[in-house]
Structure formats: C-alpha cells, structure tokens
C-alpha cells in the first residue's frame, strides 16, 4: 500500500506496480484552508513546473500529475480516494483505517503523505497562489519565470530557506524584501551573510504581512510594524512565503513509526525503511532538506525497490 499521491506515492506505484506487487494508492481528500492538503500534493498548487526532466517546455503541477497517476494506473496501480486515518504495524499483514470507515490490509507500506508548507493564512494569499497570480511557497520551483525577472519580490521569513530562497530569487529580481517577524533571523550566520553580502536585498525588521492586494497578479502587501502597529504598502510583483513546512504524519502517531522532533519520519541511513520493517517511507514526509518533485520521485523509486526486495526476503512475493 502507498499512502499519498505526489511525485513519491506514483513514483513508488509505478515501480510496485511494474513489479506485479498490486499497489493500492491511497491519494487523500482535499482539504481546505489554511494548509490545504491535496490529492496530488504541493503540485497541485503550482502552475508552471520547469524543473522536473523530460518536459523541455514545462508542464504544469496538476498535468504532471495527471502523466504520473496514469502511468501508475497503466500497470495496475488500484487508487482509493481516501485518508488513512490509524495504523496497526503491530499486525501481520498491517492493518490499517481510512477517514471513510474502510479496514484495509497491506504486507508493507510506503509512507509518502508528502508535507505542506505553512502559509501565512490571508484569503488573498491562498486565492493568488492557487491561481498562480505571483504568491508561491517555493522560490526554486517558480521564481525562474519570466514574470519575476526584474520585479520586486517578497520574500517572508527568517529561517535558512527564507535565506535560501531569497538568494536564489537575486539572480532573477530587480530588488528582494526580506520581511521578518523580529529584529534577528533565526538562520545560519553563514546563509545569512551570505544574502546580505548581495547588493538587491533589502531587509523588513519586525515587519508581518497582514494584507496581499491584486486582482489577478499581486501588486503589493501590507506591513505591520509589531512594535508600533504602524501600517505600510510595498508594492511587489511577487511574494514568497517562507515560514517552513509541516509534515503530513499526524495520522502515524501511536504507530510506532519513528519521527524526528519536527514530525518528520526517520528513515535508516541510506535507505528508506523506517524503524519499522516492512514500512518505508518517501518524499517531503522525510525529507525537509531537498523537497523537490524530482528527488521526491527518486525517492518514491528507492522505497519501492526496498519494498520489494524486503517482501521477496519475506517469501510474501
Ligand atoms: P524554520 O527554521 O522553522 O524558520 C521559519 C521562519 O519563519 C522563522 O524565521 C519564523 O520566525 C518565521 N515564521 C514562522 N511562522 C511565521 C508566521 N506565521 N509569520 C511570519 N513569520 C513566521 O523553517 P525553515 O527556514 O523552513 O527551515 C526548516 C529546517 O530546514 C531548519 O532546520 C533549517 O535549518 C533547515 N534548512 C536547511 C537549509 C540548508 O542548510 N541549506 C536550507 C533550508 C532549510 P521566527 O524566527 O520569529 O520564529
């Protein structure tokens, strides 16, 4: 059983499916705001992806998507639209509960719920990231697009990907806010040095966002001083939300499956099984360093040839 449905979960159904280990892919439900969870995963809130190999012209999130489930389905991947909701990896064969009231059994499991990034939580926000209107929650995903060369781009936070993602974005911006919550930020001194070494960045001390405004593109947020709750306007062609991720594991408490201290699953060093055997785990669930389609995928790929080797081991397969 693979649970989850980004660039990891098809990735790893593909590989089982090809490998006669009759997959079934549990790809969630949609949920809503603030952190909206989707069947598909982060994807689904991208528009142009440009570094994914194999689409020369780009492809969008929801089309590669769309390529990677039927590809999937294609060697007989089963999907459920459904979330798995408890787990029992005390049981030969696993046994396992959806939201939807169905007992589901599996020999092994791949974990591949992905993570979703932390928004800021404004209406105008999630509208204009949905619809691709210049709000993004992952500078190496999209601020290579033509539409952010040169502009003003926002970039909020005051963590090492906050650090990262705004350095990443001079190359492409004309100037780049930083706008932080508090008077220090909280990354590497080396990351930040780093960006504060580039001429095109300008820092916001102490500053929240407290309004995004632009019909179909953003034009500009509004900034809230914290100290003094004085209102400002910064116009920008393009805003960055950088305030971390949170993994999709809520559903493994009480399973035994180990985690780190931010949620995210631990595998054993230099491959993808968890501390439990037969349980194997893909993607953003366990990787808050790269997240990336294509090293989720890579991923997806690793965990299923594990699986299958540990069920051969077992004599299931
Ligand atoms: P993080 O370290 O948790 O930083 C999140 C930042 O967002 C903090 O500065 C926080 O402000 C701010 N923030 C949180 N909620 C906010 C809100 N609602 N409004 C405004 N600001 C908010 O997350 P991260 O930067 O994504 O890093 C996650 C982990 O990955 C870290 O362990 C990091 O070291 C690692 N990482 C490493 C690298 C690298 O080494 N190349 C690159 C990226 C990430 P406060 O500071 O005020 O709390």
């Known amino acids: 059983m693979i649970i989850g449905s980004g660039p990891a979960g098809w990735t790893a159904a593909i590989y089982a499916a090809r490998a006669n280990l009759s997959p079934l892919c549990v790809v969630g439900i949609p949920k809503s705001d ?67 009231g ?13 993570a979703v990034a932390n928004w800021i939580g ?77 001429p095109n960045v300008k820092v916001h001390w102490h500053q929240v966002v407290v309004g995004v405004h632009g019909v179909d593109r953003i034009e500009a947020v509004e900034l809230e001083d914290v ?22 594991t809520g559903f493994l408490r009480g399973s035994g499956v180990e985690l780190d201290s931010k949620g995210y699953v631990n595998l054993r060093s230099r491959s993808s099984s968890t501390n439990i055997e037969g349980v194997f785990a893909a993607g953003d669930v366990c990787d808050s360093v790269y997240r990336q389609a294509v090293t989720a995928a890579g991923m997806g790929c690793q965990a299923a040839l594990d699986s299958e080797r540990w069920l051969a081991a077992c004599g299931v397969h």
């Not at 169905?102 to 992905?114: E, K, R």
């Not at 001079?170 to 990351?191: C, D, L, P, W």
């Not at 116009?235 to 949170?246: P, R, T, Y």
């Open 227 to 248: 100290r003094t709750k004085a209102r400002t306007r910064l116009a920008l062609g393009g805003l960055f939300v950088a305030i971390g991720h949170a993994p999709a």
């Open 34 to 100: 603030p952190s909206p969870v989707l069947p598909g995963g982060q994807l689904m809130l991208t528009t142009e992806v440009e570094n994914f190999p194999g689409f020369p012209k780009g492809v969008t999130g929801p089309e590669l998507m769309e390529h990677l489930q039927a590809q999937a389905e294609r060697f007989g991947t089963r999907v459920m639209q459904d979330d798995v909701s408890e787990c029992d990896f005390e049981s030969r064969p696993f046994r396992l509960k959806t939201a939807d």
């Open 102 to 114: 169905a007992s589901l059994q599996a020999h092994s499991v791949i974990i591949a719920t992905g």
């Open 122 to 198: 404004l209406a105008d926000e999630m509208r204009l990231a949905r619809s691709g209107g210049g709000v993004s929650a992952c500078a190496v995903c999209d601020g290579a697009l033509p539409v952010f060369r040169g502009a003003q781009l926002g970039v909020v936070g005051g963590g090492d990907t906050a650090m990262e993602e705004a350095t990443y974005l001079t190359k492409f911006a004309g100037t780049v806010h930083v706008i932080h919550r508090r008077g220090e930020f909280r990354a590497s001194k080396t990351m930040q040095d780093r960006l504060l070494a580039l």
